[in-house]
């Protein structure tokens, strides 16, 4: 029976890979067919339709919370000026010096990490610092990794992600935090010397451009000045009340949230703007919604007792126990958490991650350092995923040459999340 | 971008950008470059006046970067690139120098872009660029610009102005190779005879 679902679940990674069908609707139907294969009945205790569809639907409701919060707070440090105001006053400051704009750049990419994820976060500090970067001279390829660098050097910081893993794996949002804590200086190294190599080894590039002398296109940005200072520390506010005052993740949001408003709106205008930017945010949230939705229905199919019990000896089989072993054999694996691969946690990853744990293969605290080192590198270098696409085709580049350059260095830091996982939890 | 025969419209729309001065493509650049989004358009024509009196006023210097010519310019939408690495290098498009030249003679420019003059403007253009990243060059643009962004008593930090040091190329290449017009109008020209197909969507390559 656990080859059937093996089989199942490569099933679902070849529609997922060649796009047959949306991840989200792949993971419903990859959870659907897992329980019927694992034997659970349509209706009742543990069965397709109670325990996996109506249980697991909601089942990380806190996360998708946390996710349109997130997108909210964007919403504002895009509507506000704040994000923009924090890339202009790098450029003008160490404009002359690109390897200063590009950390610079780096700098507010992690802040904006912090507060929210994928393609949002990407274009809230890189529809201005992309362009800016260029305009300076980075190369476009090294333009592009730098916001996504600077992503993932904030991500170990971004609340719903702790809610999220501590949803997921059923641990504690402290224990999710502590090893976001001994990840966080992986990242911010890698992305921190991606930026020294990558500007010394590519230098600058100039163009003479056919589009720099053409009528200027009116936009929306136009008509926004510059945040005040005390706007600009906005990004900081729900993670210093969280990581230093220990609220909770969502009044954290919230208090940033309410923060970048009284901070940069008249009062009058407050209702206004708060309703319109949560509306934006919904539509901003709901591809990151649909997917929690569908990754809690697949954590409940193979959290199934039939599921664990077919899967159990199979998975214990081909996991490593030795650390070595561990770190060796996982870092290896790295590539296949790119392309939707079924190591990537927003999708079947999460199942197989569900699996480790419920089969009581390694602790939970363990698969939780696997699945964030791999989000590490997924969050960057994965062509398919949202971020890296807007980004590199914003740069005017290919998502695979912002995967080759970035790779290396995401893959080190992964390795990283590895050791720290084998040395503290097996 | 993919080169068209230029339309009555078209052609009427250079028409058009010929007489706007100089000074006018300056501020279209700048407008254009993101971090000057709700600057007021005269800070803009002061600051394109003074990269423009800066880039005229540069003297001439020979390149060191190598020269090399390849197709897709077009493709690309651009005329010609510096890459400072790994070893100093002026790429100049051939397609687009081709259709440069055609443009000039059909709109009746040939006065203003001698045969020849845009190649030679592009070696110039990229040559600033060389030169601004290395030594004085940057802090002397800097001065010129005087975009104050802290005072202290009497001590001043310049600010960056992006695209600043494109002007002064175009401005540079303009006196250095005998041009009648800054190659920001021949630029413009050839951004309306080209149509748009491949590139960043910000809109600047630069």
Not at chain 1, 110 to 138: C, E, Q, W, Y
Not at chain 1, 185 to 205: C, I, K, M, Q, S
Request: glycine share 10%; charged share 15%; hydrophobic share 50%.
């Amino acid at each position: 029976m656990g080859v059937v679902i093996l089989l199942v679940m490569a099933a679902g990674v070849a529609a997922m890979l060649t796009r047959r069908l949306p991840t989200a609707f792949a993971l419903v139907i990859l959870a659907v067919v897992i329980a019927f294969v694992a034997g659970a009945p349509l209706t009742g205790e543990n069965s397709v339709l109670d325990t996996v569809v109506q249980g697991g639907a909601p089942m990380l409701a806190a996360t998708m919370i946390a996710i349109l919060l997130g997108s909210w707070l964007g919403r504002l440090l895009d509507e506000t000026g704040i994000a923009g105001t924090l890339v202009r006053k790098i450029v003008e400051f160490g404009g002359d010096r690109p390897v200063v704009v590009a950390l610079g750049v780096l700098a507010v990419s992690t802040l904006v990490g912090t507060v929210t994820g994928s393609a949002p976060a990407a274009m809230l500090a890189g529809i201005i610092g992309i362009p800016a970067m260029i305009a300076v001279g980075i190369p476009k390829v090294t333009a592009a990794g730098t916001i996504l660098m600077g992503i993932a050097a904030g991500m170990p910081f971004e609340l719903p992600i702790w809610q999220f893993f501590s949803t997921a794996l059923e641990l504690p949002v402290d224990t999710v935090r502590g090893f976001m804590m001994k990840l966080f200086p992986f990242a911010l190294a890698a992305a921190v010397l991606f930026v020294l190599v990558e500007t010394r080894r590519r230098g600058v590039e100039h163009a003479w451009s056919l589009r720099s002398a053409s009528a200027a296109p009116v936009s929306r940005r136009r008509q926004l000045g510059d945040a005040p200072w005390y706007a600009l520390l906005t990004p900081l506010v729900p993670l210093v009340l969280a990581l230093g005052f220990e609220v909770a993740i969502l009044p954290s949001m919230l208090a940033g949230v309410l923060y970048a408003l009284v901070t940069t709106t008249r009062p009058r205008e407050m209702n206004k703007r708060l309703l319109r930017t949560l509306y934006g945010a919904f539509e901003v949230a709901a591809a990151p919604i649909v997917l929690f939705i569908a990754i809690g229905i697949l954590l409940a199919a193979v959290k199934l007792p039939g599921a664990v019990e077919s899967l159990e000896p199979l998975v214990k089989a081909v996991s490593p126990q030795n650390p070595v072993l561990f770190v060796v054999v996982f870092t290896l694996l790295v590539p296949l958490c790119l392309y939707r691969g079924p190591l990537n946690v927003y999708g079947l990853g999460a199942g197989i991650a569900g699996v480790l744990i419920a089969a009581g293969i390694y602790p939970a605290v363990a698969v939780l350092g696997l699945a964030t080192s791999y989000n590490q590198v997924f969050g960057v270098s994965d062509p398919t995923s949202t971020q890296t696409v807007w980004s590199a085709q914003y740069a005017g580049v290919t998502p695979q040459q912002v995967m080759l350059r970035t790779l290396p260095y995401v893959w080190a830091v992964a390795l990283g999340g590895f050791c720290v996982t084998a040395a503290s939890y097996l | 971008m993919t080169a068209v025969p230029p339309g009555r419209a078209a052609r009427a729309a250079m028409e058009e950008l010929a007489a706007l001065d100089d000074v006018e493509f300056g501020v279209r650049l700048l407008a254009n470059t993101p971090t000057h989004e709700g600057r007021d358009p005269e800070l803009l024509r002061r600051w394109a006046r003074a990269a423009d009196a800066y880039g005229s006023a540069l003297a001439p210097a020979a390149s060191t970067a190598r020269v090399v010519e390849s197709d897709g310019g077009l493709a690309k939408g651009l005329l010609a690139r510096y890459t400072s690495k790994p070893v100093p290098t002026v790429e100049l498009f051939t397609d687009t120098l081709t259709l440069a030249e055609e443009l000039t003679d059909r709109l009746g420019w040939r006065h203003w872009y001698p045969a020849g003059s845009v190649r030679a403007a592009a070696i110039a253009h990229e040559a600033v660029h060389e030169r601004l990243h290395h030594g004085q060059a940057k802090k002397d643009l800097k001065l010129a610009l005087d975009h104050v962004v802290l005072r202290a008593g009497r001590h001043r930090l310049y600010g960056h102005v992006a695209g600043a040091d494109e002007i002064a190329a175009h401005s540079h290449a303009r006196t250095a190779c005998g041009l009648g017009r800054s190659p920001l109008l021949l630029t413009a020209a050839l951004a309306t005879a080209a149509e748009p197909q491949h590139g960043s969507p910000h809109g600047r390559e630069k």
